[in-house]
């Protein structure tokens, strides 16, 4: 059994006070484990080119305000 098949098993297997703990846990958890993928990427000039055709986008009045 892998890991991941071990950890379904365990989830299933929580009544729903602890499931609702595990959700909430696991939420703050993915966050900021994308987060950090976001500051590391922008960090290391990954996002500069989409950063950049969106400007352009921007400037030629391609982009819709928010």
């Known amino acids: 059994m892998t890991k991941v098949q071990t950890i379904e098993k365990e989830v299933q297997s929580l009544n729903q006070k602890e499931l609702s703990e595990?959700?909430?846990w696991?939420?703050?958890f993915d966050s900021e484990v994308w987060d950090a993928q976001i500051e590391e990427d922008a960090q290391s000039?990954?996002?500069d080119k989409i950063a950049q055709e969106a400007l352009e986008e921007h400037e030629r009045g391609?982009?819709?305000g928010l």
């Open 26 to 28: 696991f939420q703050e």
């Open 22 to 24: 595990f959700r909430n």
């Open 62 to 64: 391609e982009s819709k």
């Open 45 to 47: 000039g990954k996002l």
